[in-house]
């Protein structure tokens, strides 16, 4: 079975400065995964996904992550905060049989973005 | 990509009765999920919607509660019957292209806010 953990349902920085989400995933099998950013009142959006090859994977809006199998995490940075970043992020992990997207969400992450 | 279109967009629904969910998208699709998001909770997978098959519901979710409709292969439907406050939530509406395999991307819908009082 996979899980996903978000550490941090809330996480507050400054315009400019550096966002971290932390992400931890359990998974039986090479998992695949993925961020997702939800603005408000809107659908889930693509961020970025790992699936093989480079562990650091470079996504839209300047956002990227980095696969530590031996951590088993999956952090969402990027180096300097705007305030069209304010928004919930969302960590997944698929469920890696073929499936299709069966996709096991983290409970969020509220990013806030302060001046 | 996928332009997807849920109707409605939300709406406030008297306990007992049921809400019928649509999801259209621009382009077929093989396979469309349904997904709820409950307030403070993360989404959880309701089921998978083939077209010209029945729908394959996860664990906790049963048909005669949440009925699916999957008529071709670009709309799909989501029934929420008999409705409680609990069934208050955020429905949303996912595809993917590419066949059934992990590597593919899903899009969402905008979702659907259902409030039951």
């Known amino acids: 079975a996979q899980s996903v953990t978000q550490l941090g349902s809330h996480v507050s920085v400054s315009e400019g400065a550096l966002v971290l989400l932390r992400c931890n995933y359990s998974s039986s099998v090479p998992p695949y995964l993925f961020w997702y950013v939800q603005y408000p009142n809107q659908g889930l959006q693509l961020l970025l996904k790992?699936?093989?090859?480079?562990?650091l994977v470079k996504g839209i809006n300047g956002f990227e992550a980095e696969f530590k199998k031996s951590e088993t995490s999956f952090h969402l940075t990027k180096p300097s905060a705007h305030m069209s970043d304010a928004a919930e992020y969302f960590c997944a992990v698929t469920r890696g049989t073929g499936g299709g997207n069966k996709l096991t969400f983290g409970t969020g992450t509220q990013l806030k973005v302060e001046l | 990509s996928a332009v997807i279109s849920q109707k409605p967009s939300r709406d406030i629904c008297q306990r007992g009765t049921s809400l019928t969910i649509q999801c259209q998208v621009d382009?077929?699709?093989?396979?469309m999920f349904w997904y709820r998001q409950q307030p403070g909770q993360s989404l959880t997978l309701i089921a998978t919607?083939?077209?010209?098959?029945?729908?394959?519901?996860e664990s906790g979710f049963v048909i005669d509660k949440f009925p699916i409709s999957r008529p071709n292969l670009t709309f799909s439907t989501l029934t929420v019957s008999n409705m409680s406050p609990e069934d208050s939530s955020i429905y949303l509406c996912s595809v993917e292209f590419g066949g059934p395999t992990p590597n593919t991307e899903a899009f969402f819908g905008q979702g659907t806010r259902l409030t039951v009082v």
């Open positions: 382009s077929q699709v093989t396979m």
């Open positions: 790992y699936t093989t090859g480079a562990t």
């Open positions: 919607a083939n077209q010209g098959s029945e729908a394959t519901y």
